[in-house]
């Protein structure tokens, strides 16, 4: 099972909090999101972990009171650039208290842990030195969160709890200082996701809660004490009866004068979807265009409900006992809009815009890559000597999980030159060729190696231009489309860096001199880095 977003959402609550009340308090904030899909050898890569981390990036930065040029986000990143982020968000703070500033700061990791480590692709963090770290950092708040399996194992110290509430001090003085580490899950339990939400429970019922689902008060205000108590009660519902059983997550709180902290102000921001008091009450399901659960909103009778959805088109479900109520809404930039009733229609079930299982994350990337390639043609007219092998450069953009996953879409340049002559006047001759390409392939990502196979066409600007001087030929040209197959591997040789081997075969129709059907193969290597 992978981690959960859980508790990586409430300490981003957490954070959000201290965002909210900062404002009032001269209270700079810094957020540091880190997520990585993959943890080595022995474990299987993940689907949501960086879209979990954008998730609480967006969040923070939307919501929360983060600048964006307080807030860093990892995808993908090592060990050492995450130490990286932490000394220089500690440089950025000693920098603001010197200004008379106090300063917070949000660590969010989602991804791999195991055998007491954060698990970074090949490299390894021990948990005891991000604790560590983290709690000698010279920051007045700080917040960690982190959503991996066992990940509770970090607050099994004096003060940890697994329980659905924090005690709060609302009458304590409002210059907080201290520390908050929240975990999705207990030091030994797995931390569950669903694909029908697409992500974990715990991160889901966070989120939800910050966009306006746990403002219980009802004064347009999430408050972290909402929001955790939204989530934990949520989560444990929801995965009571799985195979895994419950999910607890843990926090460890030493954080002193804080008073109830405000994670998220709805009202202020005046943009999303407002549930009028008329409304039936119900659970709402706020569903974005890749069909997954943008919010999830559970709405009492008689009360209303401000959902801060980000600008878009929503489908809208709300579950009946004998079938559901559906309909659709927009969300302007900057306005809030209504959902009366009267926008829903009865639906079958089987017309569930929440399909569930049958969707994947698609977090695309892109990849740029270099190198050079050996092209040779057969089954060309004999002693013509047309295309004599020729050596190209060759640069190629790809874009990885392109409309599926796993699907890679590249475009290809590449360009080279050869001599040869034409053995029936023995004319001596310089070729040329550039070549431009678009391809689709389908990879198997493993541990070192990556192999992928697919399909490619491109586009050929041949030439040749006679070098014998007391010849009196003209340069000649040639152009086609040139449809293909490909295939090859790449061999990851460090973080983001691969060396991949490469081949091709290619359909050539020649129609110059008479009508052939040639073809050609080419070799390739080249050295690729994720972008």
């Not at 770290?133 to 007045?140: E, L, Y």
């Not at 194992?153 to 001090?169: D, M, N, S, Y």
């Not at 079958?348 to 892109?366: C, E, H, I, N, Q």
């Amino acid at each position: 099972m992978r981690p959960s977003s859980r508790l990586a959402l409430i300490a981003l609550l957490a954070v959000t909090a201290a965002a909210s009340t900062a404002r009032a308090q001269g209270l700079r904030r810094f957020a540091i999101v880190a997520g990585n899909d993959t943890g080595g050898g022995d474990t299987r890569s993940l689907l949501y972990a960086g879209a979990d981390a954008r998730k609480v990036y967006d969040i923070l930065t939307r919501l929360g009171g983060v600048r964006q040029e307080d807030a860093t986000l990892l995808i993908g990143a090592s060990a050492s650039q995450l130490l990286s982020a932490i000394v220089a968000v500690e440089m950025q703070a000693a920098e603001a208290k010197q200004h008379g500033e106090r300063t917070a700061l949000l660590f969010y990791y989602s991804g791999h842990a195991k055998d007491g480590s954060l698990r970074l692709g090949e490299t390894r963090l021990p948990i005891d030195g991000v604790k560590a770290r983290i709690a000698s950092s010279p920051i007045d708040v700080r917040i960690a969160i982190l959503d991996s399996c066992k990940s509770g194992a970090v607050t099994r110290t004096k003060g940890a709890r697994k329980a659905p509430a924090f005690e709060i001090q609302s009458d304590g003085p409002r210059d907080a200082k201290g520390v908050v580490i929240l975990t999705s899950s207990t030091s030994d339990e797995d931390s569950q996701e669903s694909d029908a939400i697409g992500g974990s429970y715990f991160s889901h019922h966070l989120a939800s809660g910050l966009l306006g689902g746990a403002d219980k008060s009802g004064d347009g205000r999430v408050t972290l004490f909402e929001a955790y108590a939204y989530a934990y009660d949520r989560t444990v519902a929801d995965t009571a009866e799985s195979a895994a059983g419950a999910q607890h997550p843990t926090f460890s709180y030493d954080l002193a004068g804080n008073g109830d902290l405000v994670l998220t102000d709805v009202a202020v921001r005046h943009e999303g979807v407002y549930l009028p008091r008329e409304a039936p009450g119900g659970v709402y399901y706020m569903v974005d265009g890749k069909g997954y659960v943008a919010a999830e909103i559970s709405k009492a009778d008689g009360v209303d409900r401000r959902v801060a959805l980000s600008p878009g088109h929503y489908r809208v479900k709300r579950r009946l006992p004998d079938r559901l109520r559906v309909g659709e809404i927009d969300v302007p930039r900057g306005q809030m809009v209504a959902l009366a009733e009267t926008r829903l229609r009865d639906a079958p079930f089987s017309d569930d815009p929440v399909k569930g299982a049958g969707r994947v994350d698609l977090t695309s990337r892109w990849s740029l890559g270099a190198g050079a390639t050996y092209q040779s043609v057969f089954a060309a007219p004999s002693g013509a000597s047309l295309f004599p092998p020729t050596g190209m450069l060759a640069v190629d953009l790809s874009l990885r999980n392109f409309l599926r996953k796993d699907w890679v879409w590249s475009m290809d340049l590449a360009a080279g030159s050869a001599n040869g002559v034409v053995t029936t006047v023995g004319a001596p001759f310089k070729f040329s060729e550039i070549s431009l390409a678009s391809s689709l392939t389908v990879e198997w990502p493993g541990r070192y190696i990556t192999p992928y196979v697919g399909g490619r066409l491109a586009m050929l600007l041949m030439g040749r231009t006679f070098t014998d001087q007391t010849a009196t030929y003209p340069a000649q040209f040639y152009s086609t489309l040139s449809p293909g197959i490909v295939g090859g591997a790449a061999f990851r040789v460090m973080d983001h860096t691969s060396l991949v081997a490469r081949g091709r075969l290619h359909y050539l129709f020649y129609n110059i001199d008479q009508d052939l059907s040639l073809g050609y193969w080419e070799l390739a290597a080249m050295v690729s880095y994720d972008l």
